[in-house]
């Protein structure tokens, strides 16, 4: 990792987190989900203060500092398990049509990187940016709000669901 994408202890970052090939898996509830749950238990059990948000159908935004221990401990743990339980919620929850094509893709991604025995489910980057300059956090915080909206999904950021910037989003940001 180069000196400009080292995280540190304490520091703001702004974080990317994308589906192999780009798939959209957040368009089915169940699988956002997974990832508010386990955001929700990183705030109260990793040290995790979340700024901002959006799930996207592919990839994930976050604004995000970890007081205690390394973001990039946090981001491999929390990449792994969420990888597991979106699988294991694809290959047995019973509702997904696009079973067999979602597993074939994330087998086909899986064998060209070793650490990955049988799927592979996040991108290898995350490209963590680190927020030290004030104007460049509000930047990245309007970035991820209007992400909905210049993806055609919403026409008011507020609408989406799986958003810091809509009221009656599942997750709740750290103040």
């Not at 540190?8 to 089915?28: A, K, P, S």
């Not at 991108?123 to 309007?142: A, G, R």
Request: one cysteine or more; a positive charge; aromatic letters at 14%.
């Amino acid at each position: 990792m180069s000196e400009y994408r080292k995280t540190y202890e304490g520091g703001l970052f702004f974080i990317t987190l994308t589906v192999v090939g780009w798939i959209d898996v957040f368009t089915r509830k169940e699988y956002a989900d997974i990832l508010v749950e386990s955001l929700e238990f990183c705030k109260k059990e990793k040290q995790l203060a979340i700024f901002a948000y959006v799930i996207m159908p592919s990839h994930i935004h976050l604004i995000v500092r970890r007081n205690e221990g390394l973001l990039s401990d946090w981001l491999r743990d929390f990449k792994s398990y969420t990888a597991k339980q979106i699988i294991k919620e694809i290959e047995n929850g019973g509702f997904e049509s696009r079973k067999e094509w979602l597993l074939h893709l994330f087998k086909y991604h899986a064998k060209f990187k070793a650490q990955n025995s049988k799927y592979m489910f996040w991108q290898k980057s995350n490209h963590p940016t680190d927020l030290f300059i004030e104007k460049v956090t509000h930047q990245k915080i309007d970035y991820i709000h209007h992400n909905p909206v210049a993806a055609n999904i919403v026409t008011e950021e507020s609408y989406y669901h799986y958003s810091s910037t809509n009221p009656l989003s599942p997750l709740k940001m750290n103040e």
